[in-house]
T-cell receptor, first 109, second 115 residues
Framework: EDQVTQSPEALRLQEGESSSLNCSYT??????LFWYRQDPGKGPEFLFTLYSAGEEKEKERLKATLTKKESFLHITAPKPEDSATYLCAVQETGNQFYFGTGTSLTVIP | DVKVTQSSRYLVKRTGEKVFLECVQDMDHENMFWYRQDPGLGLRLIYFSYDVKMKEKGDIPEGYSVSREKKERFSLILESASTNQTSMYLC??????????????FGPGTRLLVL
């Protein structure tokens, strides 16, 4: 049973074409939801933590939102340097972390 | 800035060899984690440690052991490397307690190839 599902698996955007990545989760109690960016051959780089439904966080062209069942990572007017794999992770109230398999984003100039 | 370093970026080992992967963090974090990352499977937790000399099994501990003799250092040991342990190994650290402090920070990863 998957606790965290990310969609789509891969996304190709033209530079400037805004879109959203989805992370849906099924843990019984959410303690925190985390977004990471991972470049090829490197470790994940922390982006955001969200704790409760309705919360939003922003950083440059990225905005993360959270509902009771899913989170969205909105990318506004992306640039080629935003190309990476974006990982979502959830921590349940029992402290276990679950990671999704990521969305591979390619932004074409 | 949190800094997590791993001893090697790339390793090539032979089947049956004993392999040591080391991780060091400089932020005085209590928790440290070892994951492996494989295409299509995401990150899978191997072991974690919440204090010096303490360890807990993750989802896939078989074939691995760990050591945490000092707070800043967490070692992953492959007792007898096998080809199915070829993977990207990621170390992470973080503080316990309180949602605001439980973010995990990752090292750059070690890509291990077992021949």
């Amino acid at each position: 049973e998957d606790q965290v599902t990310q969609s789509p698996e891969a996304l190709r955007l033209q530079e400037g074409e805004s879109s959203s990545l989805n992370c849906s989760y099924t843990v019984s109690g959410l303690r925190g939801l985390f977004w990471y960016r991972q470049d090829p051959g490197k470790g994940p780089e922390f982006l955001f933590t969200l704790y409760s439904a309705g919360e939003e966080k922003e950083k440059e062209r990225l905005k993360a939102t959270l509902t009771k069942k899913e989170s969205f990572l909105h990318i506004t007017a992306p640039k080629p340097e935003d190309s990476a794999t974006y990982l979502c992770a959830v921590q349940e109230t029992g402290n276990q972390f679950y990671f999704g398999t990521g969305t591979s984003l390619t932004v074409i100039p | 800035d949190v800094k997590v370093t791993q001893s090697s970026r790339y390793l090539v080992k032979r089947t049956g060899e004993k392999v040591f992967l080391e991780c060091v963090q400089d932020m005085d974090h209590e928790n440290m984690f070892w994951y492996r990352q494989d295409p299509g499977l995401g990150l899978r937790l191997i072991y974690f440690s919440y204090d010096v000399k303490m360890k807990e099994k993750g989802d896939i501990p078989e074939g691995y052991s760990v050591s945490r003799e000092k707070k800043e250092r967490f070692s992953l040991i492959l007792e007898s490397a096998s080809t199915n342990q070829t993977s990207m190994y990621l170390c992470a650290s973080g503080r316990p307690g309180g949602a605001a402090k439980e973010t995990q920070y990752f090292g750059p990863g070690t890509r291990l190839l077992v021949l």
